[in-house]
C-alpha cells in the first residue's frame, strides 16, 4: 500500500515538474515566433516590455497553441485603477453593454505598446490627452445619441485660455483630465463627480488656489455650502469649455459683458423671487449715469464688479464689503479721486418714490412736469403765433403785395433757435435711450458717449446765449420792442382762448 502511494505520488509530481519547466520555458520568443505582427522593438520600449507575454496572456500555457487567447484583464494588476473605472460613466456604459464606450485600450492605446503616461507620445500624457479624449467626444454625430452636455467640447477649449495655453506649450495648462478626472469619469449631475456643481470650486481650485481662498468667504460660497444650488460658482461666471482672460472681448467677464452675466441670476425672476433679492438692480442700474455710458459701449464706466468685487463679494451688512457704507467713499475713490463719506448717504440703485429718495422723485416729477408745460406751451404758442401772422399777411398782401415777415436778424435767430432745440431734443433721447436705433451714431465707438455729452452741452450753452441775446434785442432795439408791444394783444387773446375753454367745461 505504501509502495503504491509513493509511485502514485512519484507521477503526479513529476508529472507538475514537467508541466512548470514547460511553462517556464515559455517565453517572449517562443510567442513572436509565430506573432511576427508585433513589433518586439516597439515592445520592449512599451511600459510591459519587462512583462512575458504570459503575464497578460495568462490563460495560455504552451506554444504552438490551438485555443484563442481570452480578453485580457487589465484590472489583475491594476486591481484599483479597475474599481474606480468601472464605478465611472465609462466603466458602466461598457458593462450595459455599450461597446462604443471606452475601454483602457481606447484611452492607453495598443495593448502591446502601452507607455508611461509622463512618455509624451504616450496617448494619455498631458500633451495627448485632449486629442484623445477628441475622438469621441469631439465627433457630434458619434455623441448625439447619448445627449451629452457639450457639443464638439475640444474645439471650443482649443479657443479658450486654457487651450490657448496648451497649443503655446504651456506645461501646466489644464487638459481634459485635470477638470473631468482621468479613470473616474462622471456626469455633471452625479455628486461624485469633479464638474458636479457643488465640487467645480475644488476642482478649479488645483490650479487656483487664492482665489478660491477668496471665493470661500464670499457671500455666493457660503450660499453654496449651505445647500444653495443656484449659488454661482466659476463654471457659472467664467463658461466650462469657453474661458477666456477677463482682457479678452470674448470673455463673459470682460468689462462689456459683466453686467450680462451678473444678470443672469440677479435679473431672474425665479431666483430674486426664491431668495428675496431685490428684483430691479439692472433697471435701476441701466437708468444710472454708469449704466448708460455702459450701454454705450464704455469699457470705463463703473459695472457691478467695479463696486461689489469679483471673488470676493459681501453682503452690504459684512464690513468687509467693498458696499459696506463706512467703504463706499474709498471703493467710489478707486475712480472718482475726491469722492468722500457723503456718497455713502445716498442709494446706489435709486428707486425713486414717495417712500424712498423723495428728493429725486419729486425733481424727477417736476422736470417732466416742466418738458412738457414747455414742449405744450411753445406748439400752443407757435399755432397761435401762426395763426393770427398768417391772416394778417394775406391781408397786407392784398393792399401792399408780398413783404417780408422777418427781418435777417429774426430769421439767424429762428434758424438757430430750430437747430439747436432739434439737437438737444435728439441728444437727449439718444442719452436717456442708448439701445433705440436713433442712437447708433453715438455707439458705435467707444468715444461716442463722450461726443455726444459735449454735442448736447455745446448745444445748451449756444440755447442759453440765444436767449439772452433775444431778450436784450427784444428791449433794447426798436424794432424789438415794436414786435413785442405788438404781441401784447395776442397774449389777451390767449388769456380770452383759456377762459372761453373753462367756462365751457364749468358749464358742462
Given at each position: ?7 502514485i505520488s512519484t507521477v503526479v509530481l513529476f508529472s507538475l515538474f514537467l508541466k512548470t519547466a514547460h511553462s517556464a520555458e515559455l517565453i517572449n520568443e ?64 461598457v458593462a450595459k453593454g455599450i461597446t462604443e464606450a471606452a475601454s483602457c485600450k481606447t484611452c492607453h492605446g495598443d495593448n502591446h505598446y502601452l507607455l ?326 453715438f455707439s458705435f465707438a467707444e468715444w461716442g458717449p463722450e461726443l455726444r455729452k459735449i454735442i448736447h452741452r455745446v448745444a445748451g450753452v449756444i440755447f ?45
Open positions: 500500500m505504501i509502495k503504491k502511494f509513493l509511485l517562443d510567442c513572436f515566433g509565430c506573432h511576427t505582427e508585433v513589433n518586439q522593438q516597439k515592445f520592449a520600449k512599451s511600459i510591459h516590455g519587462k512583462n512575458l507575454c504570459t503575464s497578460c496572456h495568462n490563460d495560455i500555457s504552451e506554444a504552438p497553441h490551438e485555443k484563442k487567447p481570452g480578453r485580457v484583464k487589465c484590472g489583475n494588476c491594476h486591481r484599483v485603477e479597475q474599481q474606480i473605472y468601472l464605478n465611472s460613466d465609462h466603466g458602466r456604459a508611461n503616461y509622463r512618455n509624451p507620445e504616450s496617448p494619455v500624457s498631458r500633451v495627448k490627452i485632449n486629442e484623445t479624449c477628441a475622438k469621441c467626444h469631439d465627433d457630434a454625430k458619434k455623441m448625439e445619441e447619448y445627449h451629452l452636455t457639450q457639443r464638439e467640447p475640444y474645439k471650443s477649449y482649443m479657443k479658450s485660455i486654457h487651450g490657448e495655453a496648451f497649443k503655446k506649450g504651456e506645461v501646466y495648462a489644464a487638459v481634459c483630465t485635470d477638470c473631468h478626472g482621468s479613470h473616474d469619469l462622471h456626469s455633471p449631475n452625479n455628486p461624485e463627480s469633479r464638474i458636479y456643481k457643488f465640487n467645480v470650486p475644488k476642482t478649479c481650485s488645483k490650479c487656483h488656489e487664492n482665489v478660491f481662498n477668496t471665493y470661500k468667504m464670499s457671500v455666493h460660497a457660503k450660499a453654496l455650502y449651505a445647500g444653495v444650488k443656484d449659488s454661482p460658482v466659476c463654471t457659472d461666471c467664467h463658461g466650462e469649455h469657453t474661458i477666456h482672460s477677463h482682457t479678452e472681448p470674448a470673455s463673459s467677464v470682460y468689462p462689456s459683458s459683466i453686467v450680462k452675466t451678473c444678470a443672469h441670476c440677479h435679473a431672474s425672476e425665479k431666483i430674486t423671487t426664491k431668495y428675496g433679492l431685490p428684483a430691479d438692480v439692472l433697471p435701476t442700474y441701466m437708468q444710472s449715469y454708469h449704466g448708460t455710458a455702459y450701454q454705450y459701449g464704455s469699457l470705463t464706466a463703473a459695472n457691478c464688479a467695479s463696486c461689489h468685487g469679483f471673488h470676493d463679494i459681501l453682503p452690504s451688512p459684512d464690513p468687509r464689503s467693498s458696499i459696506n457704507p463706512s467703504n463706499i467713499g474709498s471703493t467710489c475713490s478707486k475712480c472718482h479721486p475726491n469722492a468722500g463719506e457723503q456718497l455713502a448717504k445716498g442709494s446706489v440703485h435709486v428707486r425713486p418714490s414717495i417712500n424712498r429718495d423723495k428728493i429725486i422723485y419729486y425733481v424727477t416729477f417736476f422736470y417732466i412736469a416742466l418738458i412738457l408745460l414747455t414742449i405744450g406751451g411753445m406748439i400752443g404758442h407757435n399755432l397761435l403765433d401762426f395763426i393770427k401772422k398768417a391772416q394778417a399777411h394775406f391781408e397786407k398782401a392784398k393792399t401792399e403785395g408780398v413783404y417780408p415777415r422777418l427781418n435777417l436778424c429774426e430769421r439767424i435767430q429762428h434758424i438757430v433757435l430750430l437747430a439747436v432745440f432739434i439737437i438737444l431734443v435728439y441728444t437727449g433721447f439718444a442719452h436717456k435711450y442708448p439701445k433705440a436705433f436713433f442712437s447708433y451714431p442759453i446765449i440765444l436767449m439772452g441775446y433775444h431778450f436784450i434785442w427784444m428791449f433794447l432795439t426798436k424794432h424789438g420792442r415794436d414786435k413785442f408791444i405788438a404781441l401784447l394783444p395776442r397774449f389777451r387773446d390767449i388769456r380770452d382762448a383759456i377762459s372761453l375753454v373753462s367756462y365751457n367745461l364749468n358749464f358742462r
